[in-house]
């Protein structure tokens, strides 16, 4: 997405992750359903990597750079940045579930 090489559109989030289990738990077998599974743990474990401020992997960039420097960042300064990076966040979450719901088949009708 950064690279301009997929849409934000391919992005899902918890109405799409719950429309695939059910289809997943609709086939049979429990391989589907536990693949889906495993697939989701690993995107979310990956997604937390990441290093933005409110993530883990923010916090492990955050670690390194106070240890590069030798000394803390201002308390000040690591609020602004996690307030900052939480709205960043929640918007991504806004924008996660509106591309879920318009993905829906009830909107894929609409003019």
């Given amino acids: 997405m950064i690279q301009r090489k997929a849409s934000i ?7 799409e992750i719950a429309r ?3 289809a997943a738990a609709q086939q ?4 589907p359903l536990m693949y889906l599974m495993a697939m989701v743990s690993l995107q979310l474990g990956l997604f937390n990597l990441f290093p ?3 993530l ?4 492990i960039l955050m670690l390194c750079i106070e240890g590069l ?3 803390d960042i201002s308390l000040a300064v690591k609020e602004r940045i996690y307030q900052v990076a939480f709205v960043m966040l929640v918007v991504f979450a ?3 579930i509106f ?3 318009t993905k829906l088949p009830a909107f894929n009708h609409l003019p």
């Fill in 56 to 59: 883990d992997g923010g916090m």
């Fill in 69 to 71: 420097r030798r000394r």
């Fill in 28 to 31: 049979p077998g429990w391989t």
């Fill in 94 to 96: 806004v924008l996660v």
């Fill in 52 to 54: 933005f401020p409110i």
């Fill in 9 to 15: 559109k391919n992005v899902s989030g918890p109405i």
């Fill in 20 to 22: 695939a289990s059910g």
């Fill in 99 to 101: 591309n879920d719901i």
